[in-house]
């Protein structure tokens, strides 16, 4: 829009200017040759009667026409003489006088008491005198000023055309890419099945998009279809393997302790596969679209005082006065296990929380959870929350009792309550994990 603008405004008042110029131009020399012919006529009359010896120079020049714009003017032997009497003073510019007394004529532009004016010459040699008149041509110069603002006024609209041009010429460029920075930001969101509309100045990139987003929709889908497959398949065998480990547990006392070892090792391992497969049907129901909140009323004080109860009764919980009998809409069971997952997480990589807090921050809750750990790296703080992500130890078996799963349900349940969920340093040094959630405003 600005380029269309200034394009135009360059455009209209170069355009305004060459015309003023010519146009003034022209006036000007049709001005200045008509104020040559009148002045050659009234040179030849003042003439014929000063060649007369008992000629009085006033008496002559009061024979002229009267003009309002005209002053006539005579120089014989050193003295001016206009239609009345002599006059003081030079009338004339001294280059054109100079020409004049010379013997040749001459003509001037002059701005003569503030009005352009055009003065000529013609001298007389033979009765030793030259005549001189003032043509004012304020008429023309009243003609410019109009014509001046005209073309301003045009210019200027033409400018702003240039610009409106340029606005709908933008946003008729920019409205199908408008259109797909729409989709792809609702693709981006999750919603897969949006396609971009037809248009016929983008088919070729339309269908490529569209076709790209079909293909990887239907990839994501079977993904979800196998993991979800896969662990519903898991749930049975791990049933048997859990009733065969408890089994083997009730004679734990008759295996010497290479045997007792296995059995707990095992015991602890199929709890944990178990644990997993739960997290990973959990996440299959998410990526299915299909998270099904159970939407009431909660009183957040109440619900993070069972959370930690729950888990540990000896954590502390500080809940601010602000936040006090504070409430959201939520899904209770999804905002207790969001809570527990991060005591988890502390207890298995921060050696335990060590204080959880409820604050009101404008429209937002605040719950944190506070652990005595060394903290995490700032690098590493968004990939916590990836799935299967174990920080340092990921990829090496052995290495950690998490899953990988919990902090990725955490920012899932928090991300379909269309809340937040970050991790700070706590003032012991350990990291701080920050729930936002939304409020009615106070």
Avoid: C
């Amino acid at each position: 829009m600005i380029a269309f603008g200034v394009g135009a405004a360059l455009v209209s008042g170069a355009l305004a200017i060459i015309s003023f110029a010519v146009v003034r131009q022209d006036l000007l020399a049709q001005r200045q040759a008509s104020s040559l012919r009148q002045a050659y006529a009234n040179a030849r009359l003042v003439k014929e009667k000063l060649a007369v010896p008992s000629a009085d120079v006033a008496d002559v020049l009061s024979t002229l026409a009267p003009s309002g714009s005209v002053r006539s003017f005579v120089y014989r032997r050193g003295v001016w003489f206009s239609t009345s009497a002599s006059v003081g003073g030079t009338p004339a510019p001294p280059a054109l006088l100079r020409t004049v007394l010379a013997g040749n004529t001459a003509e001037q532009r002059i701005i003569l008491d503030g009005t352009p004016t055009v003065v000529v010459g013609i001298p007389f040699p033979s009765i030793g005198a030259s005549y001189f008149e003032e043509h004012s041509v304020s008429d023309i110069q009243g003609t410019l000023n109009l014509l001046a603002t005209v073309l301003a006024t045009t210019a200027v609209a033409t400018a702003v055309g240039g610009a409106l041009v340029g606005l709908w010429a933008s946003r008729r460029l920019f409205r199908p890419l408008a259109a797909v920075a729409r989709v792809a930001t609702e693709i981006a969101g999750g919603t897969l099945d949006r396609r971009l509309p037809g248009d016929p100045d983008l088919e070729p990139f339309v269908t490529s998009f569209n076709d790209m987003v079909a293909n990887l929709q239907l990839r994501i889908e079977r993904e979800e279809r196998f993991a979800s497959d896969v662990s519903h398949e898991l749930r049975s065998p791990l049933s048997t393997i859990n009733a065969s480990v408890e089994l083997l547990g009730s004679y734990r006392h008759l295996l010497p302790d290479d045997g007792r070892m296995t059995v707990d090792t095992l015991g602890y391992e199929v709890e944990r596969f178990s644990n997993m497969v739960q997290d990973l049907l959990e996440m299959s129901r998410i990526d299915a679209g299909a998270p099904n909140l159970n939407v009431t009323d909660l009183p957040l004080d109440e619900l993070v005082l069972r959370a930690v109860a729950a888990h540990d009764p000896t954590i502390p919980v500080h809940i601010s006065p602000e936040a006090t009998g504070l409430r959201t809409m939520g899904d209770k069971r999804r905002l207790q296990r969001v809570i527990a997952n991060l005591l988890d997480n502390a207890d298995t990589h921060a050696g335990g929380a060590v204080l959880v807090t409820l604050d009101r921050d404008g429209s937002w809750a605040s719950i944190a959870v506070e652990d005595k750990g060394p903290g995490i790296a700032p690098s590493e703080r968004d990939r916590v929350f990836d799935r299967f992500y174990r920080g340092a130890a990921s990829g090496r078996r052995g290495s950690t009792t998490g899953t990988g799963l919990g902090l990725a349900l955490v920012a899932e349940h928090v991300h379909a309550h269309h809340g937040t969920v970050h991790i700070e340093d706590s003032a012991q040094g350990g990291a701080r994990f920050i729930v936002l959630l939304g409020v009615p405003n106070p």
